[in-house]
């Protein structure tokens, strides 16, 4: 656990409930009580369980990935679609019977799905057993919550939306020892007509830089080998802030800092991705040479329905410029299949430009209807099942590229930062600067180290060997 250089006020006092609860539990338990957090969806809600599990600890927690033990169990939500949010509800109707066996156990709920009002109502009425519900804006009010619960005993539910100020300093606890998530912004601006996000994180808010190179270099002496920055546009950071600090500049100070570590960041807005930002990927030796930048359509026509700000031409520039710039760059995208009104030839125009790009590997999604949203209302004449065909179309089309990349990269020689286990005994994994995984055969030892990797084979997974 490390707790950030300078703690807001408004942080220094969650700190106090903190204690006041620590002094609780160790006057109510014998053993110390154990908690369980559960993350659904992106890695920014893996980023805020990280501090919400720092909070926990300073609270007298033990942390435990069991809920069947647990005495605190809390769901850290997703609402991006609608599967992972019946996975939500599904899960919390079996938390019932555990809370029967173990009456004394607290049940709570946070993230984006319940920053919704309608799933907030939902739960209040339909799953009493749930003691405390808050949204994305209050996360860092946690131990506040559970004191109010426990001195009160009645139920806490808070999704309001007035903290508009990042609240910093809290304490960490991060999941990993050699690659890190570090925040550099939250909430988004855009309103992509497909997404949920602006309305339940709010509008974007950067981190001051002082604070991020604070943490980076924290994070850094720790021992970590990857620093991942973290927001859902990372291009725009910065916007409107007095310290005149945007991304690219940003990336630059953190490259600067000393120490055998890589950067990486996602999410990369096409339409805020900037030549000068590819420019200081490729010159920043820290940088890996890998792009997220997420494409969601290749038809124009879409692009502008989905409200996205850059057409196909655009995007492609954007391509060919990393790749002049990065010959070696390893690029990722995200597709939407289905959004409402998209046609057949929509459709084969994203299959084609997938082709001309050659993604490294996408990651793809069905068109999941969110209320509230602009395109919940658009009309959407396609059928589930014809989408579903056409989304395995496009699995089938990304395979074929993926797995002649990946065998581009046979008899080639790579570093690699060994981050676990290989699929069969005998074998460590690790990945590249591209994020690609090639397993070899080492011990655990490896763990944490750097190697150069000469690929040999391309089975379910590229293989290697060590040569240094
Ligand atoms: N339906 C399907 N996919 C969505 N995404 C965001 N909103 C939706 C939605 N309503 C996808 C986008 C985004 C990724 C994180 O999730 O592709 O880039
Ligand atoms: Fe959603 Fe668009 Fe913002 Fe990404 S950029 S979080 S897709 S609104």
């Known amino acids: ?51 919400i599990k720092g909070m926990l600890l300073k609270m007298g927690y033990l942390l435990t990935e069991n809920s069947e033990e647990a005495d605190f169990v809390l769901f850290n939500t997703c609402a991006v679609r609608e599967h992972a949010e019946a996975r939500v509800y599904g899960n919390l109707g079996a938390l019932k019977h555990l809370k029967r066996r173990r009456p004394g156990m607290i049940i709570a709920i946070c993230g984006c799905m319940v920053q919704q ?15 405390i519900l808050f949204g994305t804006h209050v996360t860092y009010r946690l131990p506040e919550f559970i004191y109010n619960l ?127 930002l590819l420019d200081t990927m490729a010159e ?54 289905g959004f409402p009104g998209e046609t057949y030839d929509d459709f084969c125009e994203t299959v084609k430009v997938i082709k001309r790009v050659g993604f490294t590997s996408l990651f793809t999604f069905i068109y999941s209807k969110r209320e509230g949203t602009p395109a919940a209302i658009m009309e959407d004449p396609i059928s589930r099942e014809e989408k579903g065909k056409w989304f395995t179309e496009l699995l089938k089309a990304q395979e074929e590229i993926s797995r002649k990349g990946y065998g581009e990269m046979v008899g080639k020689t790579y570093r690699v930062l060994c981050d676990g286990e290989g699929r069969v005994p005998g074998r460590m994994s690790g990945r590249t ?16 180290r750097y190697f150069l990797v000469r690929v040999n084979e391309l089975t379910n997974v590229l293989c290697g060997t060590i040569i240094d």
């Open 150 to 276: 426990l001195m009160g005993k009645k139920r806490v539910f808070n999704i309001e939306t007035d903290q508009k100020e990042i609240v910093e300093g809290g304490p960490v606890s991060r999941d990993g020892d050699l690659k890190g998530w570090l925040p550099i912004m939250y909430g988004c601006n855009n309103f992509c007509t497909y997404c949920i996000v602006p309305y339940v994180r709010g509008r974007e808010r950067s981190r001051a830089p002082e604070e991020i190179i604070a943490e980076a270099r924290e994070m850094v002496a720790m021992g970590f080998k990857e620093i991942t920055l973290l927001g859902q546009n990372v291009n725009s950071y910065g916007k409107g802030e007095a310290h005149g600090v945007n991304f690219a500049k940003l990336i630059r100070m953190i490259n600067d800092i000393e120490g055998d570590f890589k950067i990486r960041f996602m999410t990369s807005h096409p339409k805020d991705c900037t030549e000068e």
């Open 284 to 337: 920043c030796k820290k940088v890996c040479h890998q792009l997220h930048l997420p494409m969601q359509s290749g038809s124009n026509r879409i692009l502008k329905i989905m409200n996205r700000h850059y057409d196909i031409e655009r995007y492609l520039h954007l391509i060919d410029y990393a790749r002049e710039k990065m010959p070696d760059i390893t690029l990722t995208s995200d597709i939407i299949v």
């Open 1 to 51: 656990m490390n707790l950030q250089k300078s703690a807001s006020p408004l942080m220094d006092e969650q700190l106090a409930f903190a204690e006041r609860v620590a002094d609780i539990i160790k006057a109510t338990y014998v053993e110390p009580p154990k908690a369980c957090v559960e993350t659904y969806g992106c890695q920014q809600n893996v980023s805020d369980s990280e501090h």
């Open 117 to 131: 009002q309608s799933v907030a109502d939902r739960i209040k009425k339909s799953y009493p057993y749930v003691d």
């Open 433 to 448: 600067d591209g994020n690609v995984v090639i397993e070899f055969e080492a011990d655990a030892s490896a763990y944490g």
